[in-house]
């Protein structure tokens, strides 16, 4: 399974940005999708999940401000962020949790900086 993240920018406090994540390879086998975020010198935050079923859950801190939703024809997770203030600065990741036979694994996009100005 290979991940890639589009979507990052530079945007002021209170503005929006949308974060794409598509996924190539077998992805009949990804259950769940989420998003992550890593900010300098902090550790990696899970951010929000989208299940195959549809079943969404968040982060307290993100919860009304952002959106997971997917589109299933593109194998695309989609992260509307709105509302961003600078303490969402950070590298954001998608992962795919992918499972076969019994066999799981975690899949990671390689990042797409979001820097949010006051």
């Known amino acids: 399974v290979q991940l890639v993240e589009s979507g990052g920018g530079s945007v002021q406090a209170g503005g929006s940005l949308r974060l794409s994540c598509a996924a190539s390879?077998?992805?009949?086998?990804?259950?769940?999708m989420a998003w992550h975020r890593q900010a300098p010198g902090k550790q990696r935050e899970w951010l929000a999940a989208i299940t195959s079923g549809g079943k969404i859950d968040y982060v307290d801190s993100v919860r009304g401000r952002f959106t997971i939703s997917r589109d299933n024809a593109k194998n695309t997770v989609f992260l509307q962020m709105d509302s961003l203030k600078p303490e969402d600065t950070a590298v954001y990741y998608c992962a795919a949790d992918w499972a076969d036979l019994g066999v799981g694994q975690t899949y990671w996009g390689q990042g797409t900086q979001v820097t949010v100005s006051s």
């Open positions: 390879g077998m992805t009949s086998n990804i259950n769940a």
